[in-house]
């Protein structure tokens, strides 16, 4: 421990005394220090609010829900909104996006898939709001697992199902692509954002850009073509309840499916025709 220094000398000089000032003085004086203390602290709580009001981001909308709606098979049809095409349906996608948590860039191919399909088919009367149905229950329009979907359509990384290998709830598939386009050579899975059998695409398929290369199941812009084309082959008229209820249960033999489609479609619709 180090040693306690010395203390100094004691001092004995006596300091002087201040002045004293007269009373009125002193007081006016108290007063203006009172004043400029709270001019301060009113300056500060104003700043505190302003910095707090500053960094409040405004929120955001609340989440989309869809509405189970339990409709009979084949007894009614999804209403069908609008949709624009040509230099207003970037527009349109970016509106429409925010309101019901679609993917802008997979509207985008929703909408073009629709009108496509009229110029292929006219008589099916496929409509952007039923991929949207399909595109919500099998893949949450390609957003599945955090997936992205990119400029040109194509998904950040791919989107495969569960192996089809007979497991309680499956359906056993073998395998038919040798894994080319699932990448398992022992059992078929399901492909893309709007979940084809390697064996239903290869069939199916469609090329939505036309330029000659292979289509993509890993593209929405092909996903959503060949989703249309084969939706409108299985069920012919999609303006009947006869017809759309086909169609989407030729897709998956499922009540439940089909209701389900048709509850995220009927509430697009809704929700586009607010919009429009």
Known sequence: MAASPTPPP???????????????RRRWKLVARLLVVTALVTLGAVTVVLLDDAGNDPKPPPPFTVTSLDVRPGTAVPPVPPVPSGP??????????????????????????ETQMRGRLPDCKLTWITLAGVGRVESHHGKYGGTRVGEDGTLSKPI????????PGVRAIPDTDQGRLDGDAQ????VGSMQFLPS?????????????AAPDPQ???????????YLCESGGDLSTGEGWWKAVMTYNESTKYGR?????????ARKAAELA
Do not use: C, F, H, M
């Not at 004691?10 to 009125?24: D, K, M, V, Y």
């Not at 495969?160 to 007979?166: A, F, N, Q, R, S």
């Not at 059992?187 to 399901?190: G, L, P, T, V, Y």
């Not at 593209?219 to 084309?229: E, H, I, P, Y």
């Open 10 to 24: 004691t001092t004995l000089a006596i300091p002087l005394q201040p002045l004293r000032e007269p009373p009125r």
């Open 88 to 113: 207003e349906l970037d527009d349109w996608a970016s509106k429409v996006s925010r309101a019901t948590d679609i993917p802008a860039r997979t509207l985008i191919a929703y909408a073009r898939a």
């Open 160 to 167: 495969i199902g569960v192996p089809l290998d007979g497991s």
């Open 187 to 190: 059992w078929d899975r399901a």
């Open 200 to 212: 239903t695409w290869q069939e199916w398929s469609l090329r939505a850009s036309g330029d000659g």
């Open 219 to 229: 593209n929405v812009d092909d996903s959503a073509l060949t989703a249309g084309r």
């Open 260 to 268: 389900d489609v048709y509850s995220g479609a009927a509430a697009y």
